[in-house]
């Protein structure tokens, strides 16, 4: 299968490099031409995971995102949320008719406050039995060391769930399948959220006895969010406990790889959000997210106590002092 991959950040590496070790020529699709000169030349991505070392000869490196996209039968998409319309703007409406989209994007779009399998339906026809998401928990960090990880596949078609998961599966990759697309979508932007609150607890010095009875409280209302946008109600039939929504949330609220929690310890040490998105010089996707899901919730009316102080911490100006005095008093 002809796999191309959008984006060039630490996620795309990571996946670069996990699909080229297990044989694959990959059609990579690199905005800055001067990033795609060095990777001819020196081998490796200059400005993340540059431990990672590639076989040229598995590589075909382009500017052309159309060029890319009609060589690939199947294509995974890394990049933020919120570059994502920048980067499809160029394409026809009917570029992606007959491709299998794999979406390795942990956020909402804010502009349009769209998941990305509904802005590609919308706008390239995208059917359900084409989209798949694919998500952690799995830091690009631990992939580029080559820890075992875990990674997630989701669609609907579980025939081609397990054919796409299969070119991921190596000696430092495990693949499990899901068909819960909706609900792992809508939980890795949560795990954001709260990743992010969990910094700021820790940059305000809150302990790990504190910090647990967080992540718990957040985990039950990141649940009833996912049960309430699905309308499963109290159907049984997903596992909110295994590892693409309870494991994904732990490891990001916990890790120091977590770019969410990175940028949230920052807020809670008195960092404005503007230093503390030139300090990180990545895109933390919880901050976006955050009001994306408050907009959300404004129809859907989840009980979200936590995520809603975040929300308010971030664009509302509550101090996070503030903020985390009144968390306190709603954790159970």
């Known amino acids: 299968m ?33 990033t795609i000169a060095y990777i001819e030349k020196r081998r490796h991505n200059p400005h993340y995971l540059s431990a990672v070392y590639f076989d040229q000869s598995q590589l075909q490196l382009n500017q052309d995102l159309l060029s890319v ?12 949320s919120a570059y994502v319309e920048q980067a499809f703007e160029q394409l026809p409406p009917d570029a992606l008719k007959g491709k299998k989209i794999i979406s390795a994007v942990k956020g ?19 059917t359900a039995n084409d989209y798949f998401a694919l998500l952690g928990p799995c830091h690009a960090e631990e ?36 068909t819960d697309t909706l609900g792992v979508q809508y939980a890795a932007v949560l795990k954001n959220i709260y990743a992010l609150g969990a ?32 309308k499963t109600g109290n159907d049984n039939t997903v596992n909110y406990a295994a590892s693409v929504y309870l494991g994904d949330l732990l490891v990001t609220c916990y890790s120091l790889y977590s770019r969410n929690r990175t940028f949230g310890n920052m807020i809670g040490k008195g960092y404005s959000v503007t230093a ?9 996707e919880g901050y976006n997210a955050a009001k994306c899901i408050h907009l959300i919730n404004e129809k859907l009316r989840s ?30």
């Not at 909402?108 to 390239?124: G, H, T």
């Not at 409280?217 to 990141?222: F, I, W, Y």
């Open 199 to 230: 910094g700021i607890g820790h940059g305000l010095e809150y302990g790990d006895n504190f910090l647990s009875v967080y992540i718990a409280n957040s985990a039950n209302e990141m649940v009833r969010f996912l049960k309430n946008i699905s």
């Open 108 to 126: 909402i779009m804010p502009s349009c406050n769209q998941l990305l399998d509904q802005y590609l339906a919308e706008k390239f026809s995208v």
């Open 69 to 80: 996209v009609a060589r690939s039968e199947a294509l995974v998409i890394a990049v933020p």
């Open 2 to 34: 002809q796999i191309g991959i959008i984006g060039s950040g630490s996620w795309a590496t990571a996946l670069a490099k996990i699909l080229t070790d297990n044989g694959n020529t990959i059609h990579w699709w690199i905005r800055n031409s001067n």
């Open 143 to 178: 992939v580029a060391s080559e820890k075992l990880s875990y990674l997630t596949f989701s669609g609907v078609d579980e025939k081609a769930v397990g054919e796409l998961a299969s070119f991921f599966k190596t000696e430092y990759v495990n693949t499990v399948l899901n």
């Open 276 to 284: 503390a998105q030139l300090e990180l010089n990545m895109v933390a």
């Open 303 to 332: 009980e979200m106590p936590i995520a809603d102080t975040i929300y308010s911490i971030l664009w509302e100006q509550l101090p996070a002092e503030e903020g985390f005095k009144k968390i306190e008093g709603f954790l159970v």
